[in-house]
């Protein structure tokens, strides 16, 4: 004989009541299938971090069935590769799962996202790792889906590369402004500590690019990855060899960039892509000459999109 047991949140509330713009879990521990690189039939499986809520529209009503988004969630997330459209298809559950309770639905998943890169110039790959975030909310009817990730790269200060340009020079003058001197002797000089006697200071910095996405059933992170590597030039190596530092110290030298020059290289990027319905764009140079950080936003700047307010500009 099937024991009855009791359902608290089916009973009549009869405490305080109000409608709750959401209801549900976070810190939800789900592995979750992910397209790795840009073939869209190479899954693999990452650990996330989710957050998912309804919202609860009967103020009669106890509370929401938390059971049911974890069981969409482990279903839907964790057996097929997400997508927005599979994001879509979660939110709808959610939904459908809480007639006559919720409208509206929100779901999150965040991880870390390694793909294999190539070394500048050698032989040579290695795994590389990028926070991501996929997020997706259903509101009135109206679905959307936004896809974060943060990218590392280096940053060299046009300033600093100038004043060491200025006192390279000035020690040529020293050692030879009263000497004749040949080829090799300037070659030999350029060569030694006294030659390059100042370097332009860099640092490791992360360009951090939330997009709203339309329906698809791919999710390329690498896209994004590489759009954002392209216009940067300067992204940092899992594997070097002597050959690669010495290109990455050529494309550092020409790629000198303030923040402001960093953002205004993405913004141009994604402006010219319309494959994104929106963006935002934060870039953070953890400066080595200062005990603070060098940081640039821009946004698209459409109607009703992401916002530019001062007070929202923290890291994601």
């Known amino acids: 004989m099937t024991k009855h047991m009791p359902d608290i949140a ?65 279903q839907m997330a964790s057996k097929q590769a997400l997508s927005s459209n599979r994001v879509k298809a979660i939110l709808e559950a959610f939904i459908e799962s809480h007639q006559g309770l919720s409208t509206q639905a929100f779901v999150e998943f965040k991880f870390d996202y390694y793909e294999r890169r190539d070394s500048l110039l050698s032989d040579n790959s290695g795994w590389k790792h990028y926070p991501a975030t996929v997020r997706g909310e259903m509101r009135q009817g109206q679905f959307s889906c936004e896809l974060s990730i943060e990218v590392p790269y280096s940053s060299t200060c046009p300033c600093s590369a100038a004043l060491s340009r200025q006192l390279i020079q000035e020690a040529f003058e020293k050692q030879f402004s009263s000497k004749e001197i040949d080829f090799q002797t300037i070659m030999d000089w350029l060569g030694t500590p006294e030659g390059i006697c100042a370097t332009p200071h860099s640092q490791r910095s992360y360009a951090q690019v939330k997009v709203k996405i339309a329906e698809s059933d791919e999710l390329a992170l690498s896209n994004i990855i590489n759009q954002i590597e392209s216009a940067l030039q300067t992204p940092v190596q899992a594997v070097v060899k002597r050959e690669d530092e010495q290109e990455f110290a050529r494309l550092n030298a020409s790629n000198l960039m303030f923040c402001e020059d960093a953002s205004r290289r993405l913004q141009n990027a994604f402006e010219s892509n319309t494959e994104y319905l929106d963006f935002w764009i934060r870039v953070n140079h953890l400066e080595s000459l200062h005990p603070h950080d060098a940081v640039a936003i821009v946004t698209k700047g459409i109607d009703n999109g992401y916002i530019d307010d001062p007070n929202l500009m923290d890291p994601m």
Do not use: F
């Open 10 to 74: 089916c009973q009549p509330h009869h405490g305080p009541q109000g409608k709750l713009n959401w209801v549900g879990m976070s810190g939800i521990e789900l592995p979750i299938q992910i397209q790795q690189g840009l073939d869209k039939n190479q899954i693999v499986t990452v650990s996330s971090k989710a957050q998912a809520y309804v919202d609860l529209n009967d103020p009669q009503s106890k509370g929401i069935h938390m059971s049911r988004l974890y069981l969409h969630l482990d």
